[in-house]
């Protein structure tokens, strides 16, 4: 397994949640690391990326200023800081990495992807 995802769980309308995308190969291997989800009977969606060298960070629209995507170079760790959560952000959430950019980080073609954490948004 080459990416663990974890964090996930039930929070609150308004709530907070942090996932966590281990990587248990050298991160410096990959091009970048994004965070996509995918809800009920619907596609799954880009959410944000980070590029592992320089630490570029991406966007959706849907959740810019609410979601932050970081680092841990120690920990060969990327997380997802999700703030101000609402029930539209509820969905099954896939920690996945590229080697190579190919022109876009908004496409779900990454190589590598790790087996999914379900957030689950309701009061």
């Known amino acids: 397994v080459q990416l663990q995802a974890s964090g996930g769980g039930l929070v609150q309308p308004g709530g907070s949640l942090r996932l966590s995308c281990a990587s248990s190969?050298?991160?410096?291997?990959?091009?970048?690391i994004g965070w996509f989800r995918q809800a009920p009977g619907k596609e799954r969606e880009f959410v944000a990326a980070?590029?592992?060298?320089?630490?570029?960070?991406y966007y959706a629209d849907s959740v810019k200023g609410r979601f932050t995507i970081s680092r841990d170079n120690a920990k060969n760790t990327v997380y997802l800081q999700m703030n101000s959560l609402n029930p539209e952000d509820t969905a099954v959430y896939y920690c996945?990495?590229?080697?190579?950019?190919?022109?876009?980080?908004?496409?779900?073609?990454?190589?590598?992807w790790g087996q999914g954490t379900l957030v689950t948004v309701s009061s």
């Open positions: 996945a990495a590229r080697t190579y950019y190919s022109g876009t980080y908004y496409r779900p073609d990454y190589h590598y």
């Open positions: 980070i590029r592992w060298n320089g630490g570029n960070t």
């Open positions: 190969r050298n991160p410096l291997d990959y091009y970048a």
